[in-house]
């Protein structure tokens, strides 16, 4: 499955926040955000006007392991894109 090209920093915070994602503290540009579902987790996201696909893709690998969902429906949720 794509990913969005055009997800932007301030946008993925908004998104992770349906898993209960908040901002815990910033330093420059970069946002690290904190849930408590399924222990503590920690991600960092930088605050640019678009992410890189890349980085999009490490920060979601890194939420669905940590949540325990498949990442395809972690993008679907997050994006509402089937593919």
């Known amino acids: ?4 090209r055009d997800v932007s920093g301030d946008d993925l915070v908004d998104r992770l926040g ?9 330093t420059g540009s970069h946002l690290r955000l904190t849930t408590s579902r ?4 920690h991600v960092t996201v930088p605050r640019h ?5 890349g980085t999009l893709s490490a920060i979601l690998r890194d939420v669905s392991e940590h949540l325990g ?3 395809e429906a972690l993008i679907k949720t997050l994006f ?3 593919g």
């Open 38 to 41: 399924n222990g503590e987790h």
């Open 49 to 53: 006007g678009s992410l890189r696909v």
């Open 18 to 26: 349906e898993f209960d994602y908040h901002a815990t503290r910033q």
């Open 1 to 4: 499955m794509r990913l969005p």
């Open 69 to 71: 969902i498949d990442r």
């Open 80 to 82: 509402g894109r089937s």
